[in-house]
């Protein structure tokens, strides 16, 4: 493998424009924000540069991480997108949300670059999947819309080598860079945190639309295949009416094959007054989209096989039996078919070998080890 390609001037980032009134603003997402010179985002990692880059905004965790992991693509979580596949995941730092419940707020609200302990060029990190196996990279841990320009240049180097891509977001995105950026994706986990403008407003200091606008852009104008996950967050987003509205939503704007994942919240960041979230918190919201016409929906960050499991939508047969992240069971065809009755499964298949399954496995990847 070859050495990482050397990163030593700033990076110039896309989607901005200058105003008449002297600063400069990012177009990237719906916050708009406007700078003056020197001065950073909302996501604290775009920013208006000084002297020769004054007007130009610039990305300055473009090849550099907090971090890379190989994980199971159910972690991410993905369980109908080649399941028991390995992916190399990475994130940087910052974000441009605000959640107060984040539970990766050691790596999305960081102010201080030292975590940024890893570095690696596109090519390294395609190079990386390549040999430890993996059928794909994700871009998570914090959110990949802010620093796309990296994320979409890995993306093209690892289609290059045959892997596949997947965003790991919020979905708070522009339309402009949410086409170009999603171009280069094959799979997404979108955070639809709740379905109520007030929640986001009030517990993340954005907007529900914008979401609603990424995922209805996701199904009706993308081949890309994505799944959605909401954080059940005990008294803020989990009555019966807000889960029944969001389901009814995903039904009619997106189809019943879109798979719904429902998490447990355990106290963190500026949120640790709020309790987990209980097991019959997450089976309820589960009974409720069932009820409503949805066709897989999951229950996560709880031991639940049949939460975890997939289930054919014709026959009712448990076509992948899951523990955790472990395969217990696989009945679905190289082409997407339930061994039982030959019904369509939604999602990304291929010919599968359970033991050869990735498992539970986390492992630790530090890239400079990679690179020679």
Same mark, same amino acid.
């Not at 990237?28 to 020769?52: A, I, N, T």
């Not at 670059?113 to 390549?130: K, M, S, V, Y």
């Not at 890309?224 to 969001?246: C, K, M, Q, R, Y």
């Given at each position: 493998? +070859?050495?990482?390609?050397?990163?030593?001037?700033?990076?110039?980032?896309?989607?901005?424009?200058?105003?008449?009134?002297? %600063?400069?603003?990012?177009? @990237?997402? &719906?916050?708009?924000?406007? /700078?003056?010179? =020197?001065?950073?985002?909302?996501?604290?990692?775009?920013?208006? =540069?000084?002297?020769?880059?004054?007007?130009?905004?610039?990305?300055?965790?473009?090849?550099?991480?907090?971090?890379?992991?190989?994980?199971?693509?159910?972690?991410? &979580?993905?369980?109908?997108?080649?399941?028991?596949? #390995?992916?190399?995941?990475?994130?940087?730092?910052?974000? +441009?949300?605000?959640?107060?419940?984040?539970?990766?707020?050691?790596?999305?609200? #960081? %102010?201080?670059?030292?975590?940024?302990?890893?570095?690696? !060029?596109?090519?390294?990190?395609?190079?990386?999947?390549?040999?430890?196996?993996?059928?794909?990279?994700?871009?998570?841990? +914090?959110?990949?819309?802010?620093?796309?320009?990296? !994320?979409?240049?890995?993306?093209?180097?690892? $289609?290059? /080598?045959?892997?596949?891509?997947?965003?790991?977001?919020?979905?708070?995105?522009?339309?402009?860079?949410?086409?170009?950026?999603?171009?280069?994706?094959?799979?997404? +986990?979108?955070?639809?945190?709740?379905? #109520?403008?007030?929640?986001?407003?009030?517990?993340?200091?954005?907007? /529900?639309?914008?979401?609603?606008?990424?995922?209805?852009?996701?199904?009706?104008?993308?081949?890309?295949?994505?799944?959605?996950?909401?954080?059940?967050?005990?008294?803020?987003?989990?009555?019966?009416?807000?889960?029944?509205?969001?389901?009814?939503?995903? *039904?009619?704007? @997106?189809?019943?094959? *879109?798979? @719904?994942?429902?998490?447990?919240?355990?106290?963190?960041?500026?949120?640790?007054? *709020?309790?987990?979230?209980?097991?019959?918190?997450?089976? %309820?919201?589960?009974?409720?989209?069932?009820?409503?016409?949805?066709?897989?929906?999951?229950?996560?960050?709880?031991?639940?096989?049949?939460?975890?499991?997939?289930?054919?939508?014709?026959?009712?047969?448990?076509?992948?039996?899951?523990?955790?992240?472990?395969?217990?069971?696989?009945?679905? #065809?190289?082409?997407?078919?339930?061994?039982?009755?030959?019904?369509?499964?939604?999602?990304?298949?291929?010919?599968?070998?359970?033991?050869?399954?990735?498992?539970?496995?986390?492992?630790?990847?530090?890239?400079?080890?990679?690179? $020679?």
């Amino acid at each position: 493998m +070859n050495a990482p390609e050397p990163m030593d001037r700033p990076y110039v980032g896309r989607w901005w424009h200058m105003l008449e009134d002297g %600063r400069l603003q990012c177009d @990237l997402c &719906p916050r708009d924000c406007r /700078l003056h010179e =020197g001065q950073r985002g909302l996501c604290f990692v775009r920013m208006r =540069g000084e002297g020769e880059f004054r007007d130009q905004m610039l990305l300055t965790t473009y090849g550099r991480s907090s971090g890379f992991c190989v994980d199971p693509i159910e972690k991410k &979580p993905l369980n109908q997108f080649y399941p028991g596949t #390995s992916v190399l995941s990475f994130g940087t730092a910052g974000c +441009n949300l605000a959640c107060k419940f984040c539970q990766n707020w050691d790596i999305s609200k #960081s %102010r201080e670059f030292d975590r940024l302990t890893d570095q690696a !060029a596109p090519g390294a990190i395609a190079r990386a999947a390549a040999q430890m196996g993996c059928k794909s990279v994700a871009f998570t841990y +914090n959110d990949p819309v802010i620093f796309a320009e990296y !994320a979409m240049d890995v993306a093209d180097a690892c $289609h290059e /080598l045959g892997i596949q891509t997947v965003a790991v977001t919020a979905g708070y995105m522009h339309d402009t860079a949410r086409r170009e950026f999603y171009a280069k994706m094959d799979a997404a +986990n979108v955070d639809l945190k709740a379905f #109520s403008d007030d929640f986001y407003f009030k517990l993340t200091g954005a907007h /529900l639309a914008p979401v609603l606008d990424t995922l209805q852009y996701l199904k009706r104008e993308t081949d890309v295949w994505f799944e959605i996950t909401t954080l059940l967050i005990p008294g803020h987003n989990d009555s019966d009416a807000e889960l029944e509205a969001e389901c009814r939503w995903i *039904v009619t704007e @997106l189809g019943p094959d *879109v798979p @719904l994942h429902f998490s447990a919240f355990h106290p963190d960041w500026k949120m640790t007054d *709020v309790p987990s979230t209980p097991t019959k918190t997450l089976a %309820r919201a589960r009974d409720i989209a069932v009820r409503i016409g949805l066709h897989y929906v999951y229950t996560g960050n709880v031991h639940d096989i049949e939460g975890g499991t997939t289930y054919c939508p014709h026959c009712h047969h448990a076509v992948i039996a899951r523990d955790w992240y472990r395969i217990l069971d696989y009945r679905v #065809s190289g082409d997407g078919r339930c061994m039982e009755c030959g019904g369509a499964v939604a999602g990304r298949y291929q010919e599968f070998d359970l033991k050869k399954a990735f498992g539970p496995r986390r492992i630790p990847v530090r890239m400079a080890e990679t690179s $020679h």
